[in-house]
């Protein structure tokens, strides 16, 4: 499934103006160093008119294969987009995360087309979490077939980067952005303590503001 979905987005980036920006410090991390556990793939973008992308690939040696997108807008009028994909043997889970930041006026008409055509696909029960709450209605939390998951997928990154020309740039966006990014680190989310495993306290924070959600000064 991982690899599916790897190149379905490579497919719909090559479609739209996407430039992959040349960052070394992540591009490939190890946990532990020496004998790596944990292989971390990191790919970044910047998408036109829209913001930044980052694409974590995480495979481990226990058979579980991650992959995480973080769609960051940059001030564009489209909800933060959070989407991680697990595989591990015969379990397969996707969540299709959209958190508007209590920010007014957010693009978000094709995406609660797709959320209507994919809602009843079977629910992944997740734990608790403060975040949850902070969800858009038309979020997707499910586990099921693999070729469901990764159609939906497919359609829910289709849906979300075709909004971008009806999106609108509002500067006061940034601010509740920056704030919910700060929310993430501090109270936590589902990375945190990987990250700081693999990168200490002070490194995690760096690579959530540089990396997974990038804001222009």
């Not at 690899?3 to 991390?29: G, P």
């Not at 990191?42 to 995480?68: A, C, N, P, R, S």
Request: aromatic share 10%.
């Amino acid at each position: 499934m991982i690899s599916q979905l790897k190149q379905d987005l490579q497919r719909t980036l090559s479609e739209i103006s996407a430039t992959k920006t040349d960052d070394s410090r992540y591009a490939h991390m190890k946990y532990p160093k020496i004998v790596s556990l944990m292989d971390f793939y990191v790919d970044q973008y910047q998408i036109e008119d829209f913001g930044h992308l980052m694409v974590m690939h995480t495979i481990t040696k226990m058979g579980m294969e991650l992959l995480t997108m973080s769609f960051m807008p940059d001030s564009i009028t489209l909800p933060y987009l959070l989407i991680d994909a697990m595989e591990m043997k015969k379990k397969r889970c996707v969540f299709i995360e959209y958190y508007g930041c209590d920010h007014d006026g957010l693009v978000e008409e094709k995406m609660n087309q797709v959320y209507e055509h994919y809602k009843n696909l079977p629910d992944y029960n997740e734990k608790p979490n403060w975040y949850i709450s902070e969800r858009r209605p038309y979020s997707l939390i499910k586990s099921g077939e693999e070729e469901e998951l990764i159609i939906m997928t497919r359609d829910s990154i289709r849906a979300y980067l075709s909004s971008i020309r009806e999106a609108k740039y509002d500067p006061g966006y940034k601010e509740k952005l920056s704030a919910f990014r700060q929310r993430m680190i501090k109270e936590g989310n589902p990375s945190s303590k990987t990250l700081e495993m693999l990168l200490k306290k002070d490194g995690a924070i760096r690579f959530m503001e540089e990396a997974v959600m990038p804001l222009s000064k």
